[in-house]
């Protein structure tokens, strides 16, 4: 009866459905891999010094190679792993992107016990604790699995810590781990928090796509500085939350012989001109930038076009033919809208 009360208490504070945790899941998907490019050129670098410097006794150094090696076959995983897919179920985003990153944050952690238990134990226990703090830092994940991982990883130490530092080093471990799963439960609460408060945004920010693209805010048209800044954000409506690229938008926004030497500085000032015509609204969340990729965040929207794809009956009926018609990129989205409403 205790343990389910338990359950029900955490579920009630800490529990986010995957749709909800969809943009999160995006999020990690990009910090992983570009993590797992970085941590393969360093496993890689590592290999071939040891390979040249040690080849006539690379038996003498076979637990290095094999350390690297897996960080080399962890790396592959993970960055075929978090290729960006077309048309991924929003429910199964956040899903695709946490098994990834599970994976590294539990093999690092492996290869902490490994090297700990290999007698380096300064170099182990450092290893788990910065994977830990970044995993911490920069993504979202289940504290419960974080909870996991960490056990693990400190319960294999806990013999070594005794003896290499005896209890007082044991005891500093543990209130670590401690330390590290609430601050995972307090991140937890702080995006449940904001979840809620982009569903209450959600009932005043609304896109209309058919006709004219048109972004409305608390009942009134959202116009920004640059004609352009609205196409910018039409296609990334259309990408329904996907991320972009810097090169796909200049192609978008300025023809197929864009470049960033070029168009680069007009695209930034495209960026930059949604970034303060948001913020001066206050409208969060919305609009993402992050490491050279661009979305919208499709949760905190009203749209007649996800509505339509959603098979919303309003929506299939509000439907006459036109679909962001100012913008000629999405003449083919139009008639497979039209298609898709006559088979209605």
């Known amino acids: 009866m205790i343990f389910k009360n338990v359950i029900e208490k955490y579920k009630s504070r800490y529990f986010i459905s995957n749709i909800d945790l969809a943009d999160m899941g995006e999020s990690n998907r990009i910090i992983v891999h570009i993590a797992s490019i970085i941590l393969f050129c360093f496993s890689l670098f590592f290999l071939s010094l040891y390979t040249i410097l040690f080849y006539k006794e690379l038996p003498k150094h076979s637990h290095s190679l094999i350390y690297y090696a897996v960080y080399a076959i962890l790396c592959i995983y993970t960055f075929f792993a ?9 429910a199964k985003v956040y899903i695709r992107s946490a098994v ?7 093999v690092i952690f492996g290869q902490a016990v490994y090297t700990f238990l290999d007698g380096l134990y300064f170099n ?9 703090i970044i995993v911490l830092a920069v993504c979202s994940f289940s504290p419960i699995l974080f909870l996991l991982g960490l056990t693990i990883t400190i319960g294999c130490m806990a013999p070594g810590l005794y003896t290499a530092f005896g209890v007082s080093g044991l005891a500093n471990s543990v209130i670590m781990a401690v330390l590290m799963f609430w601050l995972a439960l307090y991140k937890r609460r ?5 979840i809620q408060f982009l569903k ?12 004219n693209f048109t972004l409305i805010y608390e009942n009134k048209v959202v116009k920004f500085s640059r004609s352009k800044s609205d196409e910018l954000l039409g296609y990334l409506i259309y990408k329904k939350g996907s991320s972009v690229k810097t090169k796909e938008l200049l192609t978008v926004l300025y023809g197929d012989h864009a470049d960033s030497a070029r168009y680069g500085s007009s695209l930034r000032n495209l960026i930059v001109d949604i970034k303060h015509t948001l913020g001066d609204l206050e409208i969060q969340n919305f609009f993402i930038a992050e490491y050279n990729n661009f979305r919208i965040n499709p949760e905190v929207i009203k749209c007649d076009y996800y509505d339509f794809l959603a098979g919303d009956s309003p929506a299939i009926k509000s439907f006459a033919g036109e679909f962001m018609s100012q913008f000629s990129w999405a003449e083919e989205t139009a008639a497979f809208l039209e298609q898709k409403a006559l088979k209605k």
């Open 82 to 90: 978090t290729k960006q897919k077309k048309d991924i179920d929003r």
């Open 200 to 211: 209450k945004q959600k009932q005043s920010l609304e896109v209309k796509t058919f006709g």
């Open 100 to 106: 990834p990153l599970y994976v590294m944050m539990y």
């Open 124 to 132: 182990g226990f450092i290893t788990a604790c910065i994977t830990a």
């Open 190 to 194: 702080i995006e449940k928090n904001h």
